[in-house]
């Protein structure tokens, strides 16, 4: 199990510095099961900015739902081809109460065809997303990962920064879109025992 608490030496930040933006923190766990990889994203500091899905991006070429609150999981996995990179952007949907928990998942790159079941709710100021990568659907074994948390609030049209899980090293969240190299990734090692 990795888990960490995200805040300040982990925030990209925009043109707001992390306390300008309202110090937002974060809490990522990953854990494996013999079935499923397991992201958990408990997000603090305000509540969830809801948007409605758009079709294309008029602000640039990235995909619109970078610009939303939202979760970005990158995996690298290891393949017969060698490494190869996953990358899902999830973002909730509906009200995070009852049946209505819905996420908006998009898919990239190796995680194209795998299945996901994503789950959110609201908390006091913050919100939790549940993430549920079925490990038979990867073209590979997980053997490191990043979570980025993208946070936007209801007076932007775009994302004012992003809390990342490997730390953000003093970088700009400027014309990163959903992408994290390969290199920045945190190793994992998945044992079935």
């Known amino acids: 199990v990795l888990r960490r608490e995200l805040g300040e030496a982990d925030y990209r930040r925009t043109e707001a510095s992390w306390r300008e933006a309202g110090s937002p923190g974060a809490t990522v766990v990953v854990a494996a099961t013999r079935r499923e990889l397991v992201v958990d994203v408990s997000v603090f500091g305000r509540a969830l900015h809801g948007t409605t899905p758009l ?39 509906g009200t995070g109460a009852g049946d209505d928990e819905r996420v908006r998942l998009s898919a990239r790159d190796a995680a194209a065809g795998s299945r996901v ?9 913050g919100w939790r997303l549940v993430a549920r990568i079925e490990r038979a659907g990867l073209p590979g074994v997980p053997t490191a990962v990043d979570v980025l ?22 970088e700009w969240a400027y014309l990163r879109g959903d992408r994290q190299p390969l290199d920045r990734l945190i190793p994992i090692v998945i044992r079935d025992e």
């Open 55 to 93: 079709a294309e991006n008029p602000l640039d070429n990235e995909h619109p739902d970078v610009n939303c609150d939202g979760v970005q999981i990158h995996l690298k996995l290891e393949t017969a081809a060698g490494a190869a990179a996953a990358t899902w952007l999830l973002v909730p949907e």
């Open 117 to 125: 079941h994503a789950t959110w709710r609201p908390l006091d100021r």
């Open 149 to 170: 948390v993208n946070e936007r609030p209801p007076a932007r049209e775009r994302r004012r920064g992003q809390l990342v899980l490997s730390g953000a090293n003093g």
